[in-house]
T-cell receptor, first 115, second 113 residues
Framework: DTEVTQTPKHLVMGMTNKKSLKCEQH?????MYWYKQKAKKPPELMFV???????INESVPSRFSPECPNSSLLNLHLHALQPEDSALYLC??????????????FGPGTRLTVT | AQSVTQLGSHVSVSEGALVLLRCNYS??????LFWYVQYPNQGLQLLLK??????LVKGINGFEAEFKKSETSFHLTKPSAHMSDAAEYFC???????????FGTGTRLTVIP
């Protein structure tokens, strides 16, 4: 099973709301990623977790707060977002960070609209 | 530093014609290369990968790519396009010890009936 699941599929939120995106994988992968993708652009890396520890934070604003409760779950907590944060948010996982050949498996994404 | 360049942001082919999507990479160390496909409003799906084994890599849905070190290229091909191939295609590169994939800007493939 090479499936990464993400919920919700769509999310509309106001600028004062707090919401969370969820990602789950059951492939035994130890690296998990959050990406942001704007229309007609490639995914932009936001965060990387390796063995449940934050490994990379690509200078993401603090209104985005990641959390990795266990090796299968990855959350992205959202607070006080701006309209320009509207995008497709993709979660991915890979076997490990230590081997560069490990491909990333992507979830279907959450389409976020900030009003 | 690593990067990939995808030549042609849009490619149109007739149904049944050859598909050729171009990717050139830049890497100071041996690269690992990937092609992903993204259908509208979906995530990215891995088509194939090159990890220093065979230079001709076969993937899903009839796609294949050839790693050419002398040309620093990893072009994606399919002998006969199908309507269902219409999508966005991303080439990506990484290397041993890297923490991330570096994506190209993508090529949108249109298949004309």
């Amino acid at each position: 099973d090479t499936e990464v699941t993400q919920t919700p599929k769509h999310l509309v939120m106001g600028m004062t709301n707090k919401k969370s995106l969820k990602c789950e994988q059951h492939m035994g992968h130890r690296a998990m990623y959050w990406y942001k993708q704007k229309a007609k652009k490639p995914p932009e890396l936001m965060f990387v977790y390796s063995y449940e520890k934050l490994s990379i934070n690509e200078s993401v604003p603090s209104r985005f707060s990641p959390e990795c409760p266990n090796s299968s779950l990855l959350n992205l907590h959202l607070h006080a977002l701006q309209p320009e944060d509207s995008a497709l948010y993709l979660c991915a996982s890979s076997q490990d960070l230590r081997g560069g050949s490990y491909e990333q498996y992507f979830g279907p994404g959450t389409r976020l609209t900030v009003t | 530093a690593q990067s990939v360049t995808q030549l042609g942001s849009h490619v149109s082919v007739s149904e049944g014609a050859l598909v050729l999507l171009r990717c050139n990479y830049s890497s100071s160390v041996p690269p690992y290369l990937f092609w992903y496909v993204q259908y509208p409003n979906q995530g990215l799906q891995l088509l194939l990968k090159y990890t220093s084994a065979a230079t001709l890599v076969k993937g899903i849905n009839g796609f294949e790519a050839e790693f050419k070190k002398s040309e620093t290229s990893f072009h994606l091909t399919k002998p006969s396009a199908h309507m269902s191939d219409a999508a966005e295609y991303f080439c990506a590169v990484t290397h041993t010890g890297a923490n991330n994939l570096f994506f190209g800007t993508g090529t949108r493939l249109t298949v004309i009936p």
